[in-house]
């Protein structure tokens, strides 16, 4: 069978989602994650863009033995050099490097020509090429960019150099079959094409970077762009575990990856907590609701056949039939075995500390799911913050005026407040107001349960802005107007040193 190779540019694409932003520790372990799971590149970052990308880049690649390590710049000499340096330690690298090539961007976005564009590409990449062997060359909107001067462009960096060209639906606007043309045409119209991989990168903007994707690769591209869970700019990008699934689901396809899909899912929960977005129950192949069946039409065929009604072995993404249930019943060994299942090893002091919440939380709620278990693994990161609350009461009801009463930890020194407020979340921010004096404004403030039942866990994502500058909190508990308030400060904590 042809092999795919699967560029991931979750590091890179993915973490530009607004509040989805990693420290470098979080990437490299989301990085070793994909490098178990078989992704052929790592797209670690954009190093010219700021010092923590840069930096990670640095430490990615000393982290990362076996895929290849790019670094993205743009048609710029100090991006390209900046990245070269950011990848000195990598085992395999390669410079993304690139322009955008669509009447749109030429006229409006660099007020040039198509000529000027093309000896713009030509040069970037002769110039990437100085610095490591694997130079890819990326034409920036090519979904709307003329075949004709398209593969003028490929032509042009294939012969400077360039070992992948990339061809982006920037905004999302291709139909399939319209995508898949414009690869099959650079395929049989370009010179020196074969000495180049064609790779795909789709946007989501009307619901069709898989198909878009999928055709392009059944066209003859042989690369695919791709992110966990699909995120990215605006509606996301291709997302990887669909792509995988596909192919190894149509045999008659002929194509396969090095992915292991059976670390699929531990990893899509890993990406999803880390950067606090969560999976979209109906999400093709990881939504929580991918293998469920409310229909009884339905359930009585799975319980008959399971093939009648699902086309994928749950197990074959990693998902477990058998799971062990968690309760206030359950020891260490369970909640361990239950985090390694879902990508996560912690230290015997750490396990301890996450099994002490997660007694806490068995207590107050019948069911503890896969979600319930990342936020408790993720929660001790909320004790190393400077502002922290210690405690939080509040009085509300139907006739009358909330009020709250709160505490807070400040670098250790204690501070109260109390305050009355239109419900019990306006009381409660009011009254941490009193406490942080600063001018701040809730933007954004959502409010999501992750599972179903007037137990359940709620999620809260806030944006607040601060100094023209926003800033995204998360948190999580079974009190949500404790978790709104706890969002609150997560947010707060990024600003105030």
Known sequence: MDKLQIFDTTLRDGEQVP?????????????????????????????????????????????????????????????????????????????????????????????STQEEILQRAIACTKYAKKYVEDVEFYCEDAGRTDNEYLAQVVEAVIKAGATVVNIPDTTGYCLPAEYGAKIRYLIENVKGIEKAI???????????????????????????????NGIGERAGNTSLEEVAMILKSHKEIGIDTNI?????????????????????????????????HSSGIHQDGVLKNRESYEIIDPNDVGIDDNTIALTA???????????????????????????????????RKKDINDDDVLLLAGKDRAELQRIRLEYLQ???GVGVRSVASLGLNIAGEKFEAAASGNGPVDASIKALKQIIRRQMTIQEFLIQAINKGSDDMGKVHMQVEHNGVNYYGFSANTDIIAASVEAYIDAINKFVK
Not at 216 to 223: L, M
Not at 346 to 354: A, F, G, I, R, S
């Open 260 to 292: 292991n899909t059976r670390n699929i899912y531990p990893v899509s929960r890993m990406v999803s907590s880390l950067m606090n977005m969560p999976v979209q129950p109906n999400k093709a192949i990881v939504g929580r609701n991918a293998f469920a």
């Open 394 to 396: 509040v009085t509300s």
């Open 19 to 111: 509040g989805c932003q990693l420290n470098t520790i979080e990437k490299i372990q989301v990085a070793q994650a994909l490098e178990n799971l078989g992704v052929d590149v790592i797209e670690a970052g954009f190093p010219v863009s700021s010092p923590g990308d840069f930096n990670s880049v640095v430490e990615i690649s000393k982290a990362v033995t076996w895929p290849a390590i790019c670094a993205l710049t743009r048609a710029v000499e100090k991006d390209i050099d900046a990245a070269a340096e950011a990848l000195k330690f990598a085992k395999r690298k390669r410079i993304h490097t690139g322009i955008g090539t669509s009447p749109y961007h030429i006229q409006y976005k660099f007020n």
């Open 329 to 363: 019943r359950s020891g260490r060994a369970a909640l361990k075995h239950r985090l390694s299942v879902l990508g996560i090893e912690l230290t015997q002091e750490k396990l301890d500390k996450v099994y002490e919440e997660f007694l806490l939380l068995a207590d």
């Open 198 to 228: 064609l790779s795909t990168h789709c946007h989501n903007d009307l619901g069709m970077a898989t198909a878009n994707t999928v055709s392009g690769v059944i066209n003859g591209a042989r690369q695919v762009e791709v992110t966990i």
